[in-house]
C-alpha cells in the first residue's frame, strides 16, 4: 500500500477523491483510516455515476480494472479524459490486469500503480508497490515522497520482482488461459449462482475489456453460490489445490473469501462483499487438475 500511500500524499486536505464501490478493501481502509480523505465511492463503470459524484473539490479518480472483487470493467480512457478535462488525476490500480494486458498510461491515466507482491513477483515471495507516471512534475513529487517517508524495497526485493517480470508474459498466458476455463466450468455447475470474468462473452465489460486489454482477461475469477455465506464457507475450507489465501497472482491458486478476509474491513457497511461471493487467483497449474478440485469441493 506504499504506492497508493506515496499517490494520496499527492492530495490537499480539501481535495475530494472518487473511488470505485467496488474495489479493494484495502483501499477504501487506507482512505478512511489513514489519510481520513474526503471521498465517495461510486460505480466508475458508469460514466453518469462518476458525473453526478464529481464535486468542485475532487482533484483524483483512483480506478481499479477489473475491480477487486467483483472484477467489474472501467472505461479507463472515458474516465481519465473526463478527468482531464476537468483539472483531475486519474490514478489506476493495475494490479490485476498487469502491463502485459492492459497498459493505462496509454489509455491516458495519470498514474498507474501495481502490488508486485502479485502477478509481477509471480512467486508469493515478496512485498512491494511501485507507481508509475509519465508526467514529469508527478514524478519529482512521488519521488520525493519515497525519498522522505523511506519506503523503498531492499536490493533483494527488487531482485525477486526482476525475475517475476521476466516470466510474466509466458505466466499471464497461462493464467488467462486457465481462468477462462474454471470461469466456464462455474458458469455451469447447478451450486453457482453467477460467475464474473470479462472474458466470459455475457460479462456485461466484456466488449470494453476487450478493446482495452490486449492477449487476454486475466486470472481472477469471481462466483457467488446459491447457498450464500455457508456454502462460500465451505467450498474454500474443502479445496485442495486452490490454497486459501488474501493474496493473489502467484504461480499456484489460491481461493479467497472477500467478506471474512480482503475486504473485512467494510462488513456492515454498504461496500460490504456479497457474503455468498468467492474469489479465485487461478494458477498455472494444470486446468484439468484445477477443476476437478473444484468439483471435489463443491460436489457436496
Known sequence: ?????????????????????????????????????????????????????????????????????????VDIAALAALARERQAWCAVDNTFATPWLQRPLELGAHLVVHSTSKYLGGHSDVIGGFVATDDDDLAAAIRLVRNAAGSVPGPFDCFLVLRGVKTL??????????????????????????????????????????????????????CVLRGGEAAAADLVARTRLFTLGESLGGAESLIGYPARMSHASLAGTPLAADPGLVRLSVGIEDVDDLIADLAHALGR
Open 1 to 73: 500500500m506504499a504506492a497508493v500511500d506515496s499517490v494520496l500524499r499527492q492530495l490537499g486536505p480539501d481535495d475530494h477523491v472518487l473511488v470505485n464501490a467496488d474495489g479493494y478493501g484495502g483501499t477504501h481502509r487506507l482512505l478512511s483510516q489513514v489519510h481520513r480523505a474526503s471521498f465517495t465511492a461510486v460505480d466508475l463503470s458508469d460514466l453518469g455515476a462518476v458525473a453526478g459524484a464529481w464535486t468542485d473539490r475532487t482533484r483524483l479518480v483512483w480506478a481499479e480494472s477489473p475491480t477487486n472483487p467483483g472484477l467489474q470493467v
Open 169 to 222: 508474459a509466458l505466466r499471464m498466458d497461462r493464467h488467462c488461459t486457465n481462468a477462462l476455463a474454471v470461469a466456464g466450468y462455474l458458469r455451469s455447475h447447478p451450486a453457482v449462482r453467477s460467475v464474473s470474468y470479462p472474458g466470459l462473452a455475457d460479462h456485461p465489460g466484456h466488449a470494453l475489456a476487450a478493446r482495452q486489454m490486449t492477449g487476454g482477461f486475466g486470472g481472477m475469477v469471481s
